[in-house]
């Protein structure tokens, strides 16, 4: 199985910051890579596809970057919103695994 | 609108089975998958697997094989998720995502249900 894991754990953030968050495969996945973002009580929403392919409706302060093991969230200019648990997730190979979660906290 | 409706909440005791639905509208039901992906209490999301309710293929992540079943009924456009031998490490919300290949290549979840807590407790 394909082991997925995010950096940092959690992140305390103030609105208006520019926040990154990293996710490592560990096996190349080239661009296999999926953002979700989920709040308490939620399901978790698709942010980005593809690695960098914006989901139609999503802001254009969130993007994505990477390609084969290690990958890249970036929120440009954190809105009150933002503060939520996002998720990555390989879908190169089943089965999907998850990265285990960054929690982005306000500051 | 594309929309995954999910059965209300569940209580078992251990070693039971227990049978969550997930009802689609607003879209195909046959023409994308059903995942299903589940995440304990302050937990992280943990995907079980997938089902092609048009083929009736199914995979399954490893920690699930022997104790799960997936299966749809195309006349009503629902897919069904079955998990036996039930214990309390199974307590959790469960999920079901619609698989889709975007650009034809990249697989994800794009839409998915509100989530059915199941609770496991003698």
């Known amino acids: 199985d394909i082991q997925m894991t995010q950096s940092p754990s959690s992140l305390s953030a103030s609105v208006g910051d520019r926040v990154m968050v990293t996710c490592r495969a560990s096996?190349?996945?080239?661009?296999?890579l999926n953002w979700y973002q989920q709040k308490p009580g939620k399901d978790p929403k698709l942010l980005i596809y593809?690695?960098?392919s914006l989901l139609s409706g999503v802001p254009a302060r969130f993007s994505g970057s990477g390609s084969g093991t290690d990958f890249t969230l970036t929120i440009s200019s954190l809105q009150p919103e933002d503060f939520a648990t996002y998720y990555c997730q390989q879908s190169y190979s089943t089965p999907y695994t998850f990265g285990q979660g960054t929690k982005l906290e306000i500051k | 609108q594309v929309q995954l409706v999910q059965s209300g909440a569940a209580v078992k005791k251990p070693g039971a089975s227990v049978k969550v639905s997930c009802e689609a509208s607003g879209y195909s039901f046959t023409s994308c998958d059903i995942n299903w992906v589940r995440q304990a209490a302050g937990q992280g999301l943990e995907w079980m697997g997938w089902?092609?309710?048009?083929?009736?293929?199914?995979g399954f992540a490893q920690t699930f094989q022997g104790r799960v079943t997936m299966t749809s009924n195309i006349s009503i456009s629902t897919a069904f998720l079955e998990l036996s031998s039930l214990t309390s490490d199974d307590t959790a919300v469960y999920y079901c995502?619609?698989?889709?290949?975007?650009?034809?290549?990249?697989?994800?979840?794009?839409?998915w249900g509100k989530g059915t807590p199941v609770t496991v407790s003698s």
């Open positions: 089902m092609n309710p048009n083929s009736g293929n199914t």
């Open positions: 096996q190349s996945i080239s661009n296999y």
């Open positions: 593809g690695a960098f």
């Open positions: 995502a619609r698989g889709v290949r975007s650009d034809n290549y990249y697989y994800n979840m794009d839409v």
